[in-house]
């Protein structure tokens, strides 16, 4: 199963929505925070595809909730934006929490910077900031016995 992962795109829902036509298989699309209205927006445009999204640090709407706890294909996801977890200053904290509660994959943005590592079995990904010219975003193709993550550039 495709999966499109995007974070703080802060109001750049022209560069959201162009790289969800560009994944159209994805069925399943993750927005990490900071662009709540961004991704209001393709909910109401992609009704058919599964979307879930966090509350970023610069999002107001506290019905969004900061933490997502996902199951698919038999795989543990946890969402979250990384404010909570102060992702940018240490990631122990927030490595031991995944690790602890038996997570598969950890997927949080708030740096804007883009990467994908393994974590004693963990996959861990920020796919970076969707918005200006150079944005980035991540995607996810969980198969039967493995997860292929990517880090692309738009």
Excluded: W
């Amino acid at each position: 199963m495709k999966i499109l992962v995007t974070s703080d795109t802060h109001n750049d829902f022209e560069a959201l929505n162009k790289v969800v036509l560009a994944n159209s298989d994805s069925k399943l699309i993750i927005h990490l925070g900071d662009g709540s209205k961004d991704i209001e927006k393709i909910k109401e445009l992609y009704q058919d595809k599964i979307i879930l999204s966090v509350r970023g640090n610069c999002d107001s709407d506290l019905n969004i909730p900061p933490i997502i706890e996902y199951n698919i294909k038999k795989k543990k996801l946890f969402l979250t934006h990384g404010n909570l977890f102060n992702v940018k200053n240490d990631m122990s904290y927030i490595i031991n929490h995944v690790k602890e509660n038996k997570f598969d994959i950890l997927l949080f943005g708030h740096t804007h910077k883009p990467f994908i590592s393994n974590e004693n079995g963990i996959l861990v990904m920020n796919p970076g900031s969707l918005k200006g010219d150079s944005g980035t975003y991540g995607t996810l193709d969980i198969k039967s016995n493995n997860i292929v993550a990517d880090i692309v550039r738009t």
